[in-house]
């Protein structure tokens, strides 16, 4: 039977790991988002997720950062990533980006071979670059709308699309290829330390959210816009260089 206990694992940072390239105001965020029904549950659903990385996520990636070295941290982080190459390939494919499909295929074939099981990303100085893609996305390209923002506990605050489609692609590693061999104990143990290392990168821009006026207007808007600018602008957010965000 497929252990779902990873989805938790995997989904804890989500609120807290993704940032534009660049920020409006709150005003300006609503005019974008329109009404946020759900506004109340939400800052709750916060303030929970909060208080899990108060006392069980900060401490432990902070344990997690003294015990490993980044070379270590990186050999995990490629890992898990050649670990999601199925799903991007799958989105691909259901995209019609059919070069892509095939970048993804081959990525994962050489990382999987040559690259130690993705420790290493052999693929990249071979001419395959990384790229991401998701189900959100995928119904974006089938038309679906963003819909209002919500926000669930331990997983974060996303469109109503695409917390749709994060759902899926969690479900999905449940039938991940790898699952076939160790019926899911290599992705669960993978997840439970990615999170520990997402939390790490993440630690400037958590302590901009809490420090906030409304540190709720601050994280919708930086997640929401994140996840809508990937789906038109290609490669990672620079998040050293993320400006600064003034709330009205």
Known sequence: ???????????????????????????????????????RFNRGVMEFNFFIDD?????????????????????????????????????????????????????????????????????????????????????YVYGIGDGPPIALPFFGIFSL???????????????HPVTYIDNGATILTASNIKIFDDRLAAFAIIRRIRSAPDPYVLARTLQLQNQRARLTEPGEIDVDNLPDVELN
């Open 161 to 175: 699309r695409d917390a749709v489609g994060f759902g899926v692609d969690k479900a999905a590693e449940s039938y």
């Open 55 to 139: 006392g069980f996520l900060r401490p432990l990636s902070m344990f997690y950062r003294d015990l490993t070295t980044p070379k270590i941290r990186k050999g995990v982080k490629n890992f898990w990533s050649n670990l999601q190459e199925p799903i991007i390939f799958a989105n691909d494919v259901l995209q019609g980006e059919i070069e892509d499909a095939g970048n993804t295929l081959g990525r994962f074939a050489i990382n999987s071979t040559i690259g130690v099981l993705g420790v290493m990303d052999q693929a990249n100085d071979l001419g395959l670059p990384p790229h991401g893609n998701d189900f959100g996305k995928t119904l």
């Open 1 to 39: 039977m497929k252990n779902p206990s990873h989805i938790f694992a995997s989904l804890a940072l989500s609120l807290f790991l993704a940032f534009p390239g660049h920020v409006q105001g709150s005003d300006q965020a609503d005019k974008d988002y329109g009404h946020d029904p759900l506004e």
